[in-house]
């Protein structure tokens, strides 16, 4: 390993300049080496833990290398032991490949490292912030001028963020008091479809996993709304409080969107609190062409976005949006005795007394970059695209004898061997495409508890041409699947 000596005057936390450039140019190459091979890659290598834990014992803080030594060492290890979601045939979770300018932003963000805990130290990054949550929140179709949100490290953050929003809006008093101030038994309602981060968050406002009372879908899936109504009565009688439901607009599993108005409406008559788990699919609502995809998100009071999903934004980036101004205030501000206050004669945005963090990464820069140079026109383009191939997909695969299970309109495809209905058959099929390295599709497990297999297309540079060789792997491992009769193996229905 290359021994390193600081230079002469500096300390061993500073590069001399040429050194500097240097690593700047190869980490450029890297990125673009990385940009341009990934389509020819393995998507999911294969990285048995032993192997990967073996590279870190060449490492040595007592016996420190050269920075280029370290870059090589990153970047060879991010080649070789990494998923590669950025693959355009990697049609697995919410990942797509990031945005370029998004990438560059990050690098701005991480070289310039404004402080956007306060204004006083961020004045640009803080009011960029606040113009991307108004950009978004008025986009989205909450009224102008009556929109507050914070930017959060993802959609888990921003799920919290409207528990304890909701939650300290409805009894202020648990503030000071803790949950001795609220009455006995306070529950939300969710579908059986929603994302498991709510489960998170109940433990950690206290309110703990067995106040969220999850309610039955239908078979798209989506909440069943007279569901709702019975299992809201139904509490009611038994000593719960309502103050809290979210309408998932998009799930993860399947792409259901609950139907939010007729929520909404069960929610304004209940005076409860609706908060939209739009986390991806919420950007649809920001084309034209697909907003009706996702009808309703205005009528929530609050609403959680996740930019590094499909707004493809590199990680992390999420949007807590709402139109109860004040509410963020009312739950998180505090006095600190050591910052200084900002302008009182024009009142601005303290983000440390508005959200759950303090110190704050400046991670609105990528959203704001991407969309001040993609616009809407750009934005509108990927997401459009990615709906066209999930309808090939979706039309392509009954041909073939698949069975499609899910019903939604947007790009999340649910399915299974149409000649079988074997849970274990699709878990087999998952893993022997993931084995071939081509294509990248997940297990899902629908709402009926019965594994399913999951392709979305999310990644703005998929293509046609992708789709069909995912179908093709698909057919393949199906084969193989089958034993040599035709018969499925494990042989369940
Ligand atoms: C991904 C997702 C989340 C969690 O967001 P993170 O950014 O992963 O924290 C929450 N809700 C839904 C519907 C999601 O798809």
């Known amino acids: ?123 640009f990054g803080v009011e960029a912030e606040q113009w991307v949550v108004r950009t978004l929140g008025t986009r989205l179709g909450y009224p102008v001028g009556e929109i507050e949100g914070t930017i959060t490290s993802g959609g888990s953050e921003a799920n919290l963020t409207g528990l304890l929003a909701a939650l300290y809006h409805t009894w202020p008093d648990a503030l000071t008091e803790g949950l001795q101030a609220v009455p006995r038994r306070p529950s939300i309602y969710l579908s059986v479809d929603a994302h498991d981060s709510w489960r998170k968050a109940a433990r950690v406002s206290g309110l703990g996993e067995s106040s969220l009372r999850w309610v039955p879908c239908d078979d798209r899936p989506r909440m069943d709304i007279e569901a709702l109504r019975r299992c809201l009565a139904e509490d009611r009688r038994c000593g719960w409080t309502p103050f809290l439901v979210i309408a998932t607009v998009g799930s993860t599993a399947s792409g259901g969107v609950d139907p939010l108005p007729a929520i909404a409406d069960v929610a304004r008559r209940q005076g409860l609190w609706l908060h939209a788990d739009a986390a991806w699919a919420g950007a649809a609502a920001l084309t034209t062409r697909h907003r009706e995809a996702v009808i309703g998100l205005p009528l929530s009071d609050s609403l959680t976005l996740d930019p590094h999903k499909w707004l493809s934004s590199p990680m992390g980036a999420g949007v807590y949006l709402s139109r109860r101004v004040g509410a963020l205030r009312s739950a998180f501000s505090t006095t600190p005795r050591y910052l200084p206050a900002g302008p009182s004669d024009d009142p601005v945005t303290e ?143």
């Not at 290398?65 to 070789?80: I, K, N, Y």
């Not at 309808?391 to 999340?412: F, I, K, S």
């Open 1 to 123: 390993m290359e021994a390193q000596t600081p230079p002469p005057g500096a300390t061993a936390l500073d590069l001399d300049a040429p050194t500097r450039r240097r690593l700047w140019e190869e980490v450029t190459d890297v990125l673009e080496g990385h940009r341009n091979d990934i389509a020819h890659r393995r998507i999911a290598p294969d990285s048995p833990p032993e192997r990967v834990r073996q590279r870190f014992d060449r490492l040595d803080a007592l016996a420190p290398m050269t920075p280029d030594a370290a870059l090589r060492f990153v970047a060879e290890g991010l080649s070789e032991d990494q998923l590669h979601a950025a693959h355009p045939r990697y049609f697995g979770l919410f990942v797509p490949a990031p945005s370029d300018i998004g990438v560059i932003a990050d690098a701005l963000a991480s070289g310039f490292n404004p402080q956007l805990a306060s204004w006083g130290h961020a004045p």
């Open 351 to 493: 983000p440390y007394q508005e959200s759950l963090q303090w110190s704050r990464r400046f991670n609105g820069l990528k959203i704001l970059m991407t969309l001040i140079t993609a616009g809407w026109a750009g934005i509108e383009d990927a997401i459009h695209g990615n709906f066209v191939l999930a309808d090939r997909l979706r039309r392509l695969l009954p041909d073939r004898g698949w069975r499609v299970l899910n019903r939604t309109p947007l790009p999340v495809v649910c399915f299974r061997d149409g000649r079988g209905n074997d849970a274990r058959c699709a878990e087999e099929i998952v893993a022997a495409v993931n084995r071939q390295g081509l294509s990248w599709v997940s297990l899902a497990r629908m709402p009926d508890g019965t594994a399913a297999i999951r392709a979305c297309v999310a990644n703005h540079r998929t293509t046609r041409h992708d789709v069909d060789i995912l179908l093709h792997e698909l057919d393949t491992a199906r084969e193989s699947a089958r034993g040599p009769t035709g018969a499925v193996r494990g042989g369940r229905e």
